[in-house]
């Protein structure tokens, strides 16, 4: 079983080469998804917006570049990822567990979390956790991986399983990590069971936007 011991661990030992991995691996289509979060983001006009398992800030610092009125906090328990996000330029950063955030009920206008959910232990948990720190009407944003649908799911299995765990341990020297990437996703819910643990957690309106064939998705819902 995948310990929260372990995730930080993985991370702590991929943070020097997280980002170009991530853009080599997918071959730059995670910077588009991000954009795509952006325009999202940016229709909700928010004050205050928490960016949850902040990693090295490719989110945050998105927002933060394009949206400057916008207040970014970004949240990570790994520490090494959180020192790459503020030399990136992230200026606000909270070193915590996104299962228990050091945070003030109803305090954010727009929660986002980008490839992060699936790393958590217990995704209903963190959903409420969540909502917690949301303002009445205010938005959350998850963006992670899914499966796409029919007869691309066999190649895109092919390369997930068996072609990726090679590719990133030659690129990273953390094969293992990537090994674990393929069997996060396929335990992740995805479209619909994802929606109904949005509605289980409290949240309204729930949303989904399949990325890329289904690669990836946004899930949006509503305090
Ligand atoms: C795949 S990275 C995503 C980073 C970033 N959001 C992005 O889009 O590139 C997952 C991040 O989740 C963080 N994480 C995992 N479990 C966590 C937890 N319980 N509390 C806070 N951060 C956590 C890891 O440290 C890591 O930085």
Do not use: K
């Not at 910077?31 to 983001?41: E, S, T």
């Not at 906090?73 to 915590?96: K, N, S, Y």
């Not at 796409?148 to 299995?157: E, H, K, Q, S, V």
């Amino acid at each position: 079983m995948v310990t929260p011991q372990f995730v930080h661990e993985t991370f702590s030992a991929l943070a020097e080469r997280y980002v170009i991995a991530n853009h080599l691996l997918s071959l730059g289509t995670d910077i588009l998804w991000r954009a795509r979060a952006l325009q999202v983001i940016a229709d909700w006009h928010p004050a205050d917006l928490l960016d949850v398992a902040t990693g090295t800030g490719d989110l945050a610092l998105a927002v933060h570049q394009e949206l400057s009125d916008v207040h970014v906090l970004g949240l990570d328990f790994c520490e090494p990822m959180l020192a790459l996000a503020r030399q990136r330029g992230l200026a606000h950063t909270v070193h915590a567990d996104a299962m228990h955030m050091p945070l003030e009920d109803a305090s954010f206008d727009v929660l986002t979390i980008a490839f992060g959910l699936r790393n958590l232990p217990d995704y209903a948990a963190a959903l409420r956790e969540f909502r917690r720190v949301l303002r009445p009407r205010g938005h959350l944003l998850v963006l992670d991986f899914s499966l796409p649908n029919g007869i691309a799911l066999i190649p895109y299995r092919l390369y997930l399983h068996h072609i990726l765990p090679y590719l990133a341990d030659w690129l990273t020297g953390q094969g293992s990590a990537y090994t674990y990437l393929g069997q996060s996703i396929e335990q992740f819910p995805r479209g619909t069971a994802m929606l109904h643990l949005l509605q289980e957690a409290g949240f309204v309106i729930p949303t989904h936007l399949p990325l890329c064939g289904g690669i990836a998705s946004i899930y949006t819902a509503e305090v």
